[in-house]
């Protein structure tokens, strides 16, 4: 088993930046792959930034250029800075890891969420 626990969500002014992380513990290993997702409100959740052992990085096209996913294999932890942001990025952002393919579809580690809200 994998435990994800986030932080870093808040409230920002659009054009402002943040920083996830999210901390992994229990059956992580440096071959999961991890992921965020968010979910706003009446919306499916939908991949954003992705991140696998060969530690190239793949993003969703509304986080091309104003997110970059990275990870720390020291201390377990990954990160998610948001610049540029939108109000259209207000979600709960979730941290996920894979133990087989990275793939959106791949995932069934999840952390609890973190809200990041974005005003105009």
């Known amino acids: 088993q994998v435990q994800l626990v986030e932080s870093g969500g808040g409230s920002v002014q659009a054009g402002g930046s943040l920083r996830l992380s999210c901390v992994a513990s229990g059956s992580i290993s440096t071959r999961h792959c991890m992921a965020w997702f968010r979910q706003a409100p009446g919306q499916e959740r939908v991949g954003v930034a992705r991140?696998?052992?060969?530690?190239?990085?793949s993003y969703a096209d509304s986080a091309k250029g104003r997110f970059t996913i990275s990870r720390d294999y020291a201390k377990n932890t990954l990160y998610l800075q948001m610049s540029s942001l939108k109000p259209e990025d207000t979600a709960i952002y979730y941290c996920?890891?894979?133990?087989?393919?990275?793939?959106?579809?791949?995932?069934?580690?999840w952390g609890q969420g973190t809200q990041v809200t974005v005003s105009s």
């Open positions: 996920a890891a894979s133990a087989g393919v990275c793939l959106w579809s791949a995932f069934e580690y």
């Open positions: 991140i696998g052992n060969t530690a190239t990085p």
